[in-house]
């Protein structure tokens, strides 16, 4: 029985035909790697008989109705597309520390993880997931909603959707601000989609022709009462669908692939129970041409739609009615044949997808495996690949290795002498037979251009606002990742089949490290391009008092053998740095070595951002390395800037002994070690008498009753520690999945409702409700301006019930809304002091935020 995943194109990257270069109706960094079963094929040939076209449109990874893509793809074969119009980045990891462009990294991963198992194709906008919005409003303004606006016309024209659903409602509701200013977009781009006066920029671009779709609807009923954003709006006529069919080639229903495919966002923990039986959906039509019955009701999904598409339609009957699952070789002469009759067709996203499915199908027919092999998985621009292409052809049928090409195809602007140089050493002719069943090799010395960008995810090569990332690339708008660095073609020819330039095709890989693991079997690694050496900062936000200087270290990697050069830091106007520069030479690869900087601070408050520089051999080199590794989604590179925060502030602490119980990942305890104190990491076996002793607070971190099991039977022995004058700092919990309802050693409850308890806006001015308590007195004076460049949010899931002896110290209003002053909760216990904190030090702390380390710093010294 085949299982979860249609092998949809193989191994193949970046798979083109004959002529054409697959178009984004089908991103190739999207297809999975891995064999085609016999059914797989058949599914993938059954859907070559329809044309139709769907694309969903929410807010982030998770909105998506898996179920309802799972039975459009892999039921009725229709190219299904989800735009996400971000990635997640302003979210929560609860896989481990990664927050924003990290995170956001993480979460396309998972989208394309998940699109790999329900059949459907992803896209982005450019807009920044900046963390949760309650009006659609304010989300536009953070947004360029113009811009993003943009994308979502343009993937609607790269795409062609013959019909549009969006997830959430245009009403707004209690919902998040990102979900309904989806929706609104959404119906603001059906119309312009297919106007040639809006957005002309895209129109002009190859592929991005106007398109105007038939239908758009709004999904506004799940199964089990589920209606996100209904908001009321419920206009036009509403129809239904049960989408609870079961798919025999998979041998799953919808429900039970949509739970596979949703159980990929791990690190939003989204595993579930697959679903079986009838599932009815509901569509409440917003614009377009009215329908009854069907959401596809009076659209020709048929080849019938292009002209003379009735032979084209002949031949995807017969491949389905005669394919034989013992010999699926024997498809590949009617497989040529509807290469043929794609390539008479004009070229737009349907026929480009198409072609790319039969070149796909025909490699799996043939049973033609190809890759690319490289003795390590990363390369310095300028060095030489060692390339060892490995081609088999599995059938019996006849196949010609006619030849290789390297590299992408040269840009705009070249002469033609070095256009034909470069084709000439980029096109080696192979012109080789192939034996069935036996491998052929052939091994290649390739120069990796000089100028091949650093591996760096598109949307982070540039510096963007809080609520877009930068693309200066048009052409990559939209699309989930970028091309392969240096792609590898391979062209083929099979014998009897040459006519009207048939017979040939061309299969698309990225050079792979490959080597084997003794627990985790074969590891294949795509090529990534690193610079000669990498940099960090051994600290990257250091605190400095004002006119102080301090050491700030950077590790330099050598990538490669005798790297050398100057480092310099780049500082900003008042922060002065000695040396100018520094020598290093590390003479064997992998090798390590630290220098330091003296760093002298203003003598007045001050946020810097300090960037460490090397220059090798004339070349300027400023990444760090950033490496995610997770087993459900592939490992990750990023190579942004090696940065320092540098903080010229006025800050003192009391408490130097603190005890950190780590919750769901945070980076509050390093950020305890910059303000001078020795962190002691317990667990809850460690809340005793005799390991508390000594310490002066205890704080506990983010969501740590949601995600340990081991402090409800140790928390007497934690209030005993503040009854006897001990302070304990908790920060946030949710109300979900709490492991205890005891938070505290008096009652206190967490509001329900999140989107209400919670202070979105960073800016939001802040009421200090008791302006002489300790917490904004010793040792430092906590004044309004403390509150100035607060990132992301104010705070989250604050408590709304708590026992009189709490004071809460702080109020915070979101726009339009009564202030809420759950966010800061002090009491007196016995003879010391417990606090509860709903504020987002996680994200203010690493972000420098110098007034969020004053105030945190007399929470940990209450009492002293």
């Not at 997808?353 to 049973?367: E, F, H, I, S």
Request: proline residues 8%.
């Amino acid at each position: 029985m085949t299982r979860r995943v249609s092998r949809h194109f193989y191994r193949g990257l970046w798979l083109s035909t004959v002529g054409a270069v697959v178009l984004a109706g089908r991103a190739s960094a999207q297809l999975p790697e891995g064999p085609a079963s016999s059914d797989a094929i058949l599914l993938d040939l059954q859907s070559l008989r329809t044309t139709a076209s769907v694309l969903y449109i929410a807010a982030h990874p998770d909105d998506e109705n898996t179920r309802l893509i799972a039975y459009f793809a892999r039921g009725r074969g229709y190219r299904t597309g989800y735009l996400s119009l971000t990635r997640g980045d302003g979210g929560q990891d609860l896989l481990g520390p990664e927050l924003g462009d990290e995170l956001g990294v993480i979460r396309t991963q998972e989208l394309l993880a998940a699109r790999r198992i329900d059949g459907g194709v992803q896209f982005f906008s450019r807009a920044r997931d900046f963390g949760f919005s309650k009006d659609y409003r304010s989300t536009l303004s953070k947004w360029d909603r113009n811009a993003v606006l943009s994308d979502v016309v343009r993937v609607i024209r790269t795409f062609q959707p013959d019909v549009i659903i969006t997830r959430f409602s245009t009403v707004p509701s209690t919902t998040h601000g990102h979900h309904t200013a989806s929706a609104v977009l959404a119906v603001e781009a059906f119309p312009l989609a297919g106007n040639p006066e809006a957005f002309p920029e895209s129109g002009q671009q190859p592929g991005l022709q106007p398109w105007q779709p038939r239908r758009l609807f709004w999904n506004s009923g799940q199964p089990g009462g589920r209606n996100p954003g209904a908001g009321g709006d419920m206009r036009g006529d509403t129809l239904r669908l049960d989408i609870g069919g079961y798919q025999p080639l998979m041998g799953e229903s919808y429900g039970e692939i949509a739970t596979l495919s949703r159980s990929m966002h791990k690190s939003q923990g989204m595993g579930g129970v697959g679903t079986r039986g009838s599932s009815v959906e509901s569509f409440t039509q917003l614009a377009g041409d009215p329908a009854k019955g069907d959401l596809f009701e009076g659209i020709d999904t048929t080849w019938n739609r292009y002209p003379g598409g009735a032979e084209t339609a002949r031949i995807a009957d017969a491949l389905v009615a005669d394919f034989k699952p013992s010999n699926p070789a024997a498809s590949v002469p009617a497989l040529f044949e509807m290469q043929t009759r794609l390539s008479r067709l004009a070229i737009d996203p349907v026929v480009a997808d198409r072609r790319a499915l039969v070149n796909g199908l025909l490699q799996a027919c043939l049973g033609l495996y190809v890759e690319a092999t490289v003795q390590q998985s990363e390369y310095v621009p300028g060095e030489t690949l060692k390339v060892r292409s490995t081609v088999i052809v599995r059938s019996g049928v006849p196949v010609h290795w006619d030849g290789i090409r390297f590299g992408h195809a040269p840009m705009a602007g070249v002469t033609p002498e070095n256009l034909r140089q470069t084709t000439a050493a980029n096109q080696p002719t192979v012109d080789l037979l192939l034996k069935a069943n036996v491998p052929a090799s052939r091994d290649s010395e390739v120069l990796l251009p000089v100028d091949t960008p650093l591996t760096q995810p598109y949307w982070l090569e540039k510096t963007g606002t809080a609520g877009m990332f930068r693309v200066d690339d048009p052409s990559l708008i939209g699309k989930p990742v970028g091309p392969p660095p240096f792609p590898v073609q391979y062209s083929f020819s099979v014998d009897g089949v040459q006519t009207d330039g048939s017979g040939r095709l061309t299969v698309t890989v990225q050079p792979e490290q490959v080597r084997g693991d003794p627990v985790r079997g074969e590891i294949r690694t795509p090529l990534a391009v690193i610079p000669p050496v990498s940099l960090a900062f051994v600290d990257d936000v250091i605190l400095f008092s004002h006119g102080a200087a301090h050491t700030a270290v950077v590790e330099i990697s050598a990538s490669r053998a005798g790297a050398s050069g100057l480092l310099r830091l780049k500082a900003p106007d008042g922060w002065s740095v000695e040396p100018a520069s520094q020598a290093f030479r590390l003479d064997a690869a992998g090798s390590r070595s630290r220098v330091s900087f003296n760093v002298t601070a203003p003598s007045f408050s001050s946020t810097a951002s300090i960037i460490a520089d090397a220059d090798v051999g004339g070349a300027h080199y400023s990444s760090r390395r950033i490496e995610i590794n997770y087993e459900h989604i592939p490992r990750q590179l990023l190579q942004p800037p090696a940065e320092l925060k540098a903080l010229s502030l006025d800050l003192a602490i009391l408490s130097k002994n603190v005890g950190y119980i780590p919750g769901a990942g945070d980076l509050v305890a390093e950020s305890l070690r910059r303000m001078g104190c020795h962190v002691t990491v317990l667990e809850g076996a460690d809340l005793t008498p005799e390991r508390l002793h000594g310490l002066d607070a205890v704080v506990i971190g983010i969501r740590a009753f949601n995600t340990r099991t081991d402090l409800t039977p140790h928390l007497p022995a934690l209030f005993a520690y503040v009854e006897a004058g001990g302070t304990v700092v908790e920060q946030y919990n949710t109300p979900n999945e709490l492991r205890t309802p005891t938070l505290a050693p008096y009652d206190l409850r967490l509001s329900r409702d999140l989107p209400s308890h919670r202070v979105t806006d960073e800016a939001s001015p802040v009421t200090l409700l008791v302006p002489n308590h300790p917490a904004f007195l010793v040792p430092n004076r906590i004044v309004p301006a403390d509150f100035d460049g607060w990132v992301q949010e104010r705070g989250l899931n604050f408590p709304d019930t708590w026992d009189s002896h709490f004071i809460p110290l702080l109020a915070f209003a979101d726009a339009g809304e009564e202030p809420k002053d759950g966010g800061l909760l002090v009491a007196r216990y016995g003879h010391g002091t417990y606090v509860y904190t709903s504020l987002s030090w996680f994200r203010e702390l690493p972000a420098g935020v110098p007034g969020a380390y004053r105030l945190f710093a007399n929470l940990v010294s209450l009492g002293k």
